[in-house]
Nanobody, 123 residues
Framework: QVQLVESGGGLVQTGGSLRLSCTASGRTFSDYSMGWYRQALGKGRDFVAAISYSGGHTYYDNSVKGRFTISRDNAKNTVYLQMTNLNPADTAVYYC????????????????WGQGTQVTVSS
């Protein structure tokens, strides 16, 4: 059974930074793409960023491009989301997801989700 555990959320002021982590278990981490999504209160779950199995391909929503960086460490079975220049519109619960394949031609999410980590950006 695939398990995803996020960490690193918190409260930060506008313009601040946070780094989220997601550690995966239950299958060969280095074979699959990984992604981050977020869900603001009362809204749907939206794509944020994704990375291919080797890290050679990355994908970003336009709203975070240039501010967020996704990376992975296959030796630690962990994917990261470095978030900079945060603003109140980034406030949401952030979820980790594992893709259905290596992700070299785009990201397709699976039904595996972590429990989420809250990010709150104060103005």
């Amino acid at each position: 059974q695939v398990q995803l555990v996020e960490s690193g959320g918190g409260l930060v002021q506008t313009g601040g930074s946070l780094r989220l982590s997601c550690t995966a278990s239950g299958r060969t981490f280095s074979d699959y793409s990984m992604g981050w999504y977020r869900q603001a209160l009362g809204k749907g779950r939206d794509f944020v960023a994704a990375i291919s199995y080797s890290g050679g391909h990355t994908y970003y929503d336009n709203s975070v491009k240039g501010r967020f960086t996704i990376s992975r460490d296959n030796a630690k079975n962990t994917v990261y989301l470095q978030m900079t220049n945060l603003n109140p519109a980034d406030t949401a619960v952030y979820y980790c997801n594992t893709g259905v394949d290596g992700g070299v031609a785009g990201y397709t999410r699976s039904d595996y989700w972590g429990q989420g980590t809250q990010v709150t950006v104060s103005s």
